[in-house]
């Protein structure tokens, strides 16, 4: 069974910084896509960033965030950096068995597991 565990959300104000991980089990995550997702009230789940063969990334968090893997720990990260109150919002990690392209990374649909996810707030 595959699960995959989200930590490190937290409130913090506009500027500040924070680092989410999501510790995977249940197989082998090593040739898997991970992928950050995020979700705010009353809006659609929207991608924030995979690590597949290649590392992709939404506009609205490029030079800020940083998505990194640990395959040793089947576990991966996401460093966010000049947080801003817009990145508000429930942080969800998931995989899907295979590497993805440009194409398919954004997608939630492409991912066959997902985390409960970690709530992320940025005042201003």
């Known amino acids: 069974q595959v699960q995959l565990v989200e930590s490190g959300g937290g409130s913090v104000q506009a500027g500040g910084s924070l680092r989410l991980s999501c510790a995977a089990s249940?197989?082998?995550?090593?040739?898997?896509?991970m992928g950050w997702f995020r979700q705010a009230p009353g809006k659609e789940r929207e991608f924030v960033a995979a690590?597949?063969?290649?590392?992709y990334y939404a506009e609205s968090v490029k030079g800020r965030f940083t998505i990194s893997r640990d395959n040793a720990k089947n576990t991966v990260y996401l460093q966010m950096n000049s947080l801003k109150p817009e990145d508000t919002a429930n942080y969800y990690c998931?995989?899907?068995?295979?590497?993805?392209?440009?194409?398919?990374?954004?997608?939630?649909?492409?991912?066959?597991?997902w985390g409960q996810g970690t709530q992320v707030t940025v005042s201003s």
């Open positions: 998931a995989t899907k068995g295979s590497w993805v392209g440009s194409n398919y990374a954004y997608l939630p649909s492409t991912y066959d597991y």
């Open positions: 249940g197989r082998s995550f090593t040739s898997s896509t």
């Open positions: 690590k597949s063969l290649m590392t």
